[in-house]
């Protein structure tokens, strides 16, 4: 499974981004799939989570509210819409998939050892 993540760039804080992780080569709706983002300096860490088919999600407590993950298994493609965002949501942003599901649990998810294929990275910059 190959993922290639876009829609990452420069926005103000209070702005919006719309992020798409686009899978091809052995794709289904069978991939627990997730967004994970790295800042300088610090480790990777989760963002939010999304079941087979959509019916379940997690998010990091700091993005509750403001980010909202969805996939479209028709087009293989996993989104996170990101609202109103602060200068501390700037980083790397990553979609990985999971071979395993179709539930999550709130713990695996949030691993990033659970995860089995990554995407390249988006970069996602929000000035103040």
């Known amino acids: 499974v190959q993922l290639q993540a876009s829609g990452g760039g420069l926005v103000q804080a209070g702005g919006s981004l719309r992020l798409a992780c686009a899978a091809s080569?052995?794709?289904?709706?069978?991939?627990?799939m997730g967004w994970f983002r790295q800042a300088p300096g610090k480790e990777r860490e989760f963002v939010a989570a999304?079941?087979?088919?959509?019916?379940?999600?997690y998010y990091e407590d700091s993005v509750k509210g403001r980010f909202t993950i969805s996939r479209d298994n028709a087009k293989n493609t996993v989104f996170l819409q990101m609202n109103s965002l602060k200068p501390e949501d700037t980083a790397v942003y990553y979609c990985?998939?999971?071979?395993?599901?179709?539930?999550?649990?709130?713990?695996?998810?949030?691993?990033?050892?659970?995860?089995?294929?990554w995407g390249q990275g988006t970069q996602v910059t929000v000035s103040s």
């Open positions: 080569g052995r794709t289904s709706s069978s991939y627990v």
């Open positions: 990985a998939a999971a071979g395993w599901g179709p539930n999550p649990t709130a713990a695996r998810a949030a691993l990033r050892d659970s995860y089995d294929y």
């Open positions: 999304i079941s087979w088919y959509g019916g379940t999600t």
